[in-house]
């Protein structure tokens, strides 16, 4: 069985992640009312920071919203476990730089109305991403971050570090594990419903918001978009055209390189068998 994706962009230019090798369906809640989400969503693919620049200036989106809120001491606890990743599990996809999914509908379900996770998580906002890597996405329990203990100004005892070792590891925090899949590559998103709906969201917010199809994605115009009241309608009706990806599964295949988390291996060993069968 092949393991490859045929895609083409609508003119038949390079698409970015040609190269990389498919794993498959993941799941993944969006706060689709923020505007960078909405843009990424209408775009149609999520990319890891790695793959956007080798420069480490390029952060997560979820390390550049741990700055933009002044979490201090969120940032602390994720340079620790990324600095122990670094020196220990080199091989394992970082926090701080990768990209976050579950690896089925129902895993992902599961975290709906939970108060350990965050409000945005909602059945409307759960979308299907077909997952281009060429490093083997890392599954860890994130019960080992959740429930790590921290002292009075929430930071992480520097002198107890050993479950960032389990954590990195693949092993279980108790019986009921939250597998997420820490992913660096690009994400397609398959929902072309979500995609409109994200269009309109920023038509809504800027009025000048204007976009052209160039490589497959999207640019503002050359005006400056300024904000607007979400409620008024904008003033631009021209009809929107979303960048056309053609695409026909035919399985899911395992990036070819070794890792140190041992679920991860055996995770999409899993996931290949069941799509063989």
């Not at 923020?34 to 989106?61: C, I, K, N, T, Y």
């Not at 979820?62 to 091989?91: C, P, S, T």
């Not at 060429?134 to 050993?162: H, Q």
């Amino acid at each position: 069985m092949s393991s490859s994706l045929d895609l083409e962009s609508a003119d038949n230019t390079a698409l970015p992640f040609e190269s990389l090798q498919s794993i498959g369906s993941v799941y993944a809640f969006l706060d689709v009312d923020h505007p960078a989400v909405q843009w990424a969503v209408m775009r149609g693919m999520l990319v890891s920071s790695s793959h956007v620049s080798d420069s480490e200036g390029f952060v997560s989106f979820m390390q550049a919203g741990i700055v933009a809120a002044g979490n201090n001491a969120r940032l602390f606890n994720e340079a620790i476990i990324e600095l122990y990743r670094q020196k220990n599990f080199q091989k394992n996809q970082s926090r701080m730089r990768g990209m976050y999914f579950f690896g089925s509908r129902a895993e992902a379900e599961a975290r709906i109305n939970d108060a350990d996770w965050p409000a945005y998580f909602k059945p409307e906002n759960l979308v299907e991403f077909d997952l281009h890597c060429d490093e083997m996405p890392t599954v860890v329990d994130a019960n080992w971050i959740t429930f790590a203990e921290v002292d009075k100004s929430g930071r992480i005892p520097i002198d107890s570090l050993e479950w960032i070792s389990r954590y990195w590891e693949g092993k279980q925090y108790n019986d009921r594990p939250v597998w997420e899949v820490i992913a660096n590559g690009v994400a397609l998103v398959l929902d072309e419903n979500i995609r409109r709906a994200c269009t309109l969201k920023l038509e809504r917010q800027f009025a000048d918001f204007a976009h052209s199809n160039i490589d497959g994605t999207y640019s503002l115009g050359s005006r400056q978009s300024r904000w607007v009241d979400p409620s008024v309608p904008s003033a631009a009706k021209r009809k929107r055209r979303l960048p056309q990806l053609s695409f026909e599964r035919r399985g899911v295949s395992r990036p070819p390189h070794h890792t140190e988390n041992e679920r991860a291996s055996r995770y999409w060993k899993a996931r290949r068998d069941d799509e063989g069968k």
